[in-house]
């Protein structure tokens, strides 16, 4: 099972900036599709954007044009840059890994669930 941990959540005015960061146990990460997810309170968790192990992505509609996932396999490392941030965008942000895009949209995940890393968007 892959082991992930999420950072850079915080608290930033809406318009605001956050990239959070996902960071994997092991090496073959770079071999698998990435996904973020997030879940409000009240709310189930819904995946908002995936990059695969070839650096092809996707997003949610609410939040195409202002988020960007990418990936460094060199740090084992998934990012998720998070641009005019929104109010609704107030989550807890997950990740997790899935043998390819399919996979995570079905759920065949490869991590366990951790803490997530909180983003609030609040003036």
């Known amino acids: 099972q892959v082991q992930l941990v999420e950072s850079g959540g915080g608290m930033v005015q809406p318009g605001g900036s956050l990239r959070l960061s996902c960071a994997a146990s092991v090496s073959s990460f770079s071999t698998k599709a990435v996904g973020w997810y997030r879940q409000a309170p009240g709310k189930q968790r819904d995946l908002v954007a995936t990059?695969?192990?070839?650096?092809?992505?996707t997003y949610a509609d609410s939040v195409k044009g202002r988020f960007t996932i990418s990936r460094d396999n060199a740090k084992n490392t998934v990012y998720l840059q998070m641009n005019s941030l929104k109010p609704e965008d107030t989550a807890v942000y997950y990740c997790?890994?899935?043998?390819?895009?399919?996979?995570?949209?079905?759920?065949?995940?490869?991590?366990?669930w951790g803490q997530g890393t909180q983003v609030t968007v609040s003036s």
């Open positions: 997790n890994a899935g043998v390819s895009r399919l996979g995570l949209v079905a759920g065949a995940l490869l991590g366990s």
């Open positions: 990059i695969t192990r070839d650096g092809s992505t």
